[in-house]
């Protein structure tokens, strides 16, 4: 299967932990972008990487939250001292840079759930 | 800043046909997805519109009005497959895509 893929599917995590997530984009996709969706919320964007360099970062996303994506691949996103409120489902999506109508690729999300 | 609204529920018969309406307003607009949503799993795309006009896939077709700041998902022949979200989001610079709260389609017998 050559979909995004990102693990884990499912984190439980005590507040105040660290977690972090990995994405793998379809493999010639050049952008990769992260979101976050709350029960009955469409999801909400929260960083963007063109190859390695992260383009745009959404004031959403706070320092205790960091994104990287070193060789222009995988993605990882690192959430610092966890709260109860960054309980979500965070999707990551790729797309071509030169893609024909620009269509983001969801992989399955990783569930949050900070006790 | 960028604004999507969309209804966030609607019910409609198995075999009718259904219009789900989105108004959005932003910056810098490329284009206009649609995404449908199943509970608990990933969205999936079903259409992109960048120029005016209708375009149909199959039992889908979506409507963009650039002019207005407004788009349609049409769907017919309704199955009870079909019950799900469907994501209105529009597409701004660096192709950042803003998604509406998502509208919950409740297809009936």
């Known amino acids: 299967d050559t979909g995004v893929s990102q693990n884990p599917r499912h984190k439980i995590t005590k507040r105040g932990q660290n977690v972090t997530f990995r994405c793998d984009p379809i493999?010639?996709?050049?952008?990769l972008y992260w979101y976050r969706q709350t029960l009955g919320q469409g999801p909400e964007f929260l960083t963007y990487?063109?190859?390695?360099?992260?383009?745009?970062k959404s004031r959403l996303l706070s320092d205790r939250f960091s994104a990287e994506r070193p060789k222009g691949s995988f993605s990882t996103l690192e959430i610092q001292r966890t709260e109860q409120g960054d309980s979500a489902m965070y999707l990551c999506?790729?797309?071509?840079?030169?893609?024909?109508?620009?269509?983001?690729?969801f992989g399955p999300g990783t569930r949050l759930t900070v006790l | 800043g960028q604004n999507i609204d969309q209804p966030t529920e609607m019910t409609a018969t198995e075999g009718a046909i259904v219009q789900i309406n989105c108004t959005y307003q932003?910056?810098?607009?490329?284009?206009l997805f649609w995404y449908q949503q199943h509970a608990g799993e990933a969205p999936t795309f079903l259409s992109y519109?960048?120029?005016?006009g209708l375009e149909e896939k199959g039992r889908f077709s979506s409507f963009l009005s650039r002019s207005k700041g407004y788009s349609y998902l049409l769907l017919k022949e309704l199955q009870m497959k079909d019950s799900a979200s469907y994501l209105c989001?529009?597409?701004?610079?660096?192709?950042?895509?803003?998604f509406g709260i998502g509208t919950k389609l409740q297809v009936i017998p």
């Open positions: 999506a790729s797309s071509l840079e030169a893609g024909p109508r620009g269509e983001q690729f």
């Open positions: 493999s010639e996709h050049n952008r």
């Open positions: 990487f063109q190859n390695e360099a992260q383009l745009e």
């Open positions: 932003t910056s810098g607009f490329n284009g």
């Open positions: 519109n960048v120029l005016d």
């Open positions: 989001a529009a597409s701004g610079g660096y192709q950042k895509v803003t």
